[in-house]
């Protein structure tokens, strides 16, 4: 199963986030990877989109090859999927 990271601000992470999920720093993510191997699955989400298509991006670029985006971020989830979430 893919790895889901969750590249908010933590404290947007204390609000709701996908149950599963793990944070990651999404400064040290572009940076480096975060410790994450390059032939990990990864599904990137923020609030939106913009953060982890950055990431998205990066990661790409260094050669990470299974990374992806959850389409409209947490907002969408919420609209969608969870519809009990907090919403912000």
Known sequence: ???????RYEWERGL???KGDAWVDFNELIK???????DEELVLYCKGQSKSAAA????????YSKVSV???GID???EKIEKGMTRY
Request: net charge positive; glycine share 20%.
């Open 56 to 63: 998205f991006k990066a990661l790409r670029d260094k050669g």
């Open 16 to 18: 709701c986030h996908i």
């Open 70 to 72: 959850l389409k409209g």
């Open 76 to 78: 969408a989830w919420a």
């Open 1 to 7: 199963a893919p790895r889901v990271l969750d590249l």
């Open 32 to 38: 480096g990877g975060a410790g994450l191997g390059p």
